[in-house]
């Protein structure tokens, strides 16, 4: 063989595995580009969760719970008892706790708590765009479990008012989510900087605390467009001391909006999901007119201390079976898919002592041959 042929094919091969090599290089910058920019618009994409292997799954749909804490979880003892009641399959558990927040046994005394802080969490600060981009973490953590069929968002702070199994059959019945939407027609937090992502006509306000089906959960994760207007055009108030001297057109400017209290309910609206959704909440705050509710960032509902909590306020929340929204001159008559129900399956704010009351209360009621609890009611403790 002529050596110039030799030389010729010894190239040919030098030339080409030159060009495997670039592209393979190629290949690899723009996973890594694609995998950054998922991380960027996408909230799963952080997730420090891994769905179970296929063949370690049920087919029952599960409840996903989603808790909104600081760091400890002080109503810790009644949720042990409450999820003593359930299936382990029937559930999930995600907390997004301050970053470095571990739950074990040296921290919780409740098991299903234990190791279900999501890795990816943030510093949330009241009033922010960080308390929804909390949310967005805990939506897209659980997301990744396709079992997950309903999302339940929670507070440390709240205490479940029937067993599992009432709570299960009441949220998996309705094809619906519960979300508290209304309009407020003296409302002053919209800022016309949003249109025309976000028109005033699809401006929406109510509680955070929300029951989403999985086709919700996907669009509040999946959402790309909205969410980044919250950030930027509302924000709470800033307090006078923070105000810049000589400066007050900045302060005159200011709109006092709370972006939990707005974003979900604008997203659905916006997305024409309104007809898919209850527009109620589930989870039931106490709120009061008086100036000692409300401090300079805005009202805040009632905390239950230990004298305040008991089996009879239990039993008191448990009956409410209407909830009148004054700005829309409406009432809603609580019921899920059509059949009549009691409004709130959730309380909120209770502190560690009055959980420790509930509990204490609630035992006298363990032994079969006890008397029935107040009214009658099958509470979550029994």
Same mark, same amino acid.
Request: a positive charge; aromatic letters at 18%.
């Given at each position: 063989m002529p050596s110039s042929t030799v030389? #010729?094919?010894?190239?040919?091969?030098?030339?080409?595995?030159?060009?495997?090599?670039?592209?393979?290089?190629f290949g690899i910058v723009a996973l890594i580009t694609l995998t950054k920019f998922q991380k960027i618009t996408n909230p799963a994409a952080e997730s420090g969760f891994v769905a179970l292997p296929e063949e370690t799954r049920s087919t029952r749909p599960k409840l996903a719970f989603l808790y909104l804490a600081r760091n400890t979880m002080p109503l810790d003892i009644l949720w042990d008892h409450f999820f003593k009641g359930a299936k382990r399959d029937d559930y999930s558990v995600y907390i997004h706790a301050r970053p470095g927040v571990v739950y074990s046994k040296k921290t919780t005394d409740c098991k299903a708590f234990y190791d279900r802080q999501i890795k990816n969490s943030i510093s949330v600060e009241w009033g922010a765009a960080s308390m929804v981009e909390a949310e967005r973490l805990l939506l897209a953590t659980a997301l990744q479990d396709p079992l997950n069929q309903r999302f339940i968002l929670l507070s440390d702070s709240c205490v479940p008012l029937y067993n599992?199994?009432?709570?299960?059959?009441?949220?998996?019945?309705?094809? #619906?989510?519960?979300?508290?939407?209304?309009?407020?027609?003296?409302?002053?937090?919209?800022?016309?900087?949003?249109?025309?992502?976000?028109?005033?006509?699809?401006?929406r306000k109510g509680s955070q605390w929300f029951v989403l089906i999985r086709k919700h959960a996907e669009a509040v994760v999946n959402?790309?467009?909205?969410?980044?207007?919250?950030?930027?055009?509302? #924000?709470?108030?800033?307090?006078?001391?923070?105000?810049r001297a000589n400066d007050d057109t900045e302060a005159d400017d200011e709109r006092n909006c709370i972006p939990d209290e707005h974003y979900i309910q604008t997203l659905l609206a916006i997305k024409d999901l309104e007809e898919e959704i209850e527009r109620r909440t589930l989870t039931y705050s106490?709120?009061?007119?008086?100036?000692?509710?409300?401090?300079?960032?805005?009202w805040h509902p009632v905390t239950f201390h230990?004298?305040?909590?008991?089996?009879?306020?239990?039993?008191?929340?448990?009956?409410?079976?209407?909830?009148?929204?004054?700005t829309e001159s409406r009432t809603e008559w609580c019921s899920s898919n059509g059949e009549?129900?009691?409004?709130?399956?959730?309380?909120? #704010?209770?502190?560690?002592?009055?959980?420790?009351r509930l509990r204490s209360q609630a035992k006298q009621y363990e032994n079969p041959v006890s008397r029935s609890p107040p009214a009658g009611r099958t509470t979550f403790f029994v």
């Open positions: 030389k #010729k094919r010894s190239h040919g091969h030098t030339a080409w595995r030159w060009r495997v090599g670039v592209l393979v290089l599992f199994n009432y709570i299960y059959d009441y949220v998996m019945s309705s094809p #619906k989510s519960f979300v508290d939407s209304f309009i407020d027609y003296t409302d002053e937090r919209y800022d016309p900087r949003m249109e025309p992502q976000i028109n005033i006509d699809k401006w959402d790309t467009a909205i969410f980044p207007l919250f950030k930027q055009y509302c #924000k709470r108030l800033s307090l006078p001391e923070f105000w106490r709120w009061k007119d008086f100036d000692e509710e409300r401090d300079r960032r805005g230990y004298a305040d909590a008991s089996l009879t306020t239990i039993t008191e929340i448990q009956e409410i079976i209407s909830v009148h929204y004054a009549p129900r009691p409004c709130y399956l959730f309380a909120r #704010k209770f502190t560690r002592g009055a959980g420790f």
